[in-house]
Structures are given as structure tokens and as C-alpha cells.
């Protein structure tokens, strides 16, 4: 299979490893299957699996999560489900042993981590939060975009500034 460089290693990319699973007789009467697991305002988690129809019986082969953030910007502003399919069906693919010689991961997700490391967010303090909550709904979005909090701080905030 065809292999791209990320990080100095070769990868092979989603697409490559879907040829090969819909070239190989092996596979013939296999199906993919996606599922939308989670879905809300901040992210998207799908299922992909992958099956087989064997005396008509239906027997999964391989399963695989994805999980995107959607974003204001970038690729995960419009196309946050397609990356996450994506993302899945990579793994799942990567689990029959397809296109695993050096990572399961999907490339948008090896570049996704990478960028994700010089955006960790800042973890919101007690008095950040507190701050937050007497402050305007402005804030209360920016906080919510910029920083890391947990889901009650998120739902008090939501809830009191009806975001």
C-alpha cells in the first residue's frame, strides 16, 4: 500500500487502506457500518463496524470510536462527522490489520494530536469560575472556548447564562 510521511514514519492513509479491503476477496461480503454515538454542540462521537455475512449470519469483525471537537475554525468547523467517520473506519480497518505497520491511527488524527499539543488548554481555577459566573455572557463564551472545565462547571455556566 501507498504510504505518506507523517512525523518522519510512513503512514498509510485511510483511502489506501480502504482499497485494499475493497480489493481483497477476503472481505467481499463485508459491510461498514457508521453510527453517530454522541453528538452536541462541542463534539462527535461515531462506531464504525465493520461486518460479515457468513450463512447468513451477521458477525462483526472489527469496531472502532472516533471523537472529534467541532471548532470555529479550521477542517472541524464543517467537516467534524466526515473526519470523525474518517478517524473510525481508519482504526477499525487498522484492527483487521490493514495499513498497521507503524500506527492504527488515522492521519487526521496523528496531525490532530499534533496540533492539539500546543493548544492544551488552561485548566479554569475555582476563582476563574466563580469570576465567570459574576461576570458577562462574553465571558462566560470565552471561558467555555479557552479553557479546560469540568461538565458541572460547563452546565452552571451554560445554565446561568442560557448558552
Known amino acids: 500500500m501507498k504510504t505518506t510521511k507523517i512525523r518522519g514514519n510512513d503512514y498509510v492513509t485511510v483511502n489506501e487502506r480502504v482499497k485494499y479491503f ?7 461480503n463485508c459491510a461498514v457500518n457508521e453510527e453517530i454515538v454522541k453528538f452536541d454542540e462541542n463534539q462527535i462521537i461515531v462506531l464504525v463496524t465493520i461486518t460479515e455475512v457468513v450463512d447468513g449470519q451477521v458477525h462483526v469483525l472489527s469496531q472502532a470510536h472516533a471523537q472529534e471537537f467541532i471548532t470555529q475554525t479550521g477542517v472541524n468547523k464543517t467537516s467534524f462527522l466526515e473526519n470523525a467517520m474518517t478517524s473510525a473506519l481508519g482504526r477499525a480497518l487498522g484492527y ?3 495499513g498497521i505497520d507503524a500506527a492504527i491511527a488515522s492521519k487526521d488524527e496523528v496531525e490532530n494530536a499534533k496540533a492539539m499539543d500546543s493548544k492544551i488548554l488552561p485548566k479554569l481555577t475555582k476563582q476563574q469560575f466563580n469570576s465567570t459566573l459574576s461576570g458577562s455572557k462574553q465571558q ?5 472556548k479557552n479553557f479546560r472545565a469540568t461538565e458541572e462547571q460547563k452546565n452552571q455556566i451554560k445554565t446561568k447564562f442560557k448558552l
Open 22 to 28: 475493497r480489493s481483497i476477496e477476503r472481505y467481499d
Open 140 to 144: 462566560a463564551v470565552n471561558v467555555l
Open 96 to 98: 483487521l490489520g490493514i
